[in-house]
């Protein structure tokens, strides 16, 4: 059983900056897909990013050149680094693992952006 934890959300103004944490409880290899999708009030939940070795970062229309994924493989650790925030943004991210056939989440972490 994997275990996700995410951190880094919170409050942040339009135009600011917010970097998300999320650490597996087990080391994971490198070529197994990690990343973040995210889910706003009364949508569907959408791809942000993911990441696995060996191939380009998968980003959603969503990042549009704001939000930067990476990955530490020893830490079995993502984080998705975000820029120029919008309202729009505002939503529960929430970290995605897939291992063994099986997809992972975790509980999400909230980011709000808001003035």
């Known amino acids: 059983q994997v275990q996700l934890v995410e951190s880094g959300g919170g409050l942040v103004q339009p135009g600011g900056s917010l970097r998300l944490s999320c650490a597996a409880n087990?080391?994971?290899?490198?070529?197994?897909?990690m990343g973040w999708y995210r889910q706003a009030p009364g949508k569907q939940r959408e791809l942000v990013a993911t990441?696995?070795?060996?191939?380009?970062?998968n980003y959603g229309s969503i990042a549009e050149g704001r939000f930067t994924i990476s990955r530490d493989n020893a830490k079995s650790t993502v984080y998705l680094q975000m820029n120029n925030l919008k309202p729009e943004d505002t939503a529960v991210y929430y970290c995605?693992?897939?291992?063994?056939?099986?997809?992972?989440w975790g509980q999400g972490t909230q980011v709000t952006v808001s003035s």
């Open positions: 087990r080391i994971v290899h490198s070529s197994v897909p």
């Open positions: 990441l696995r070795s060996g191939r380009d970062p």
């Open positions: 995605y693992l897939r291992v063994e056939g099986k997809n992972y």
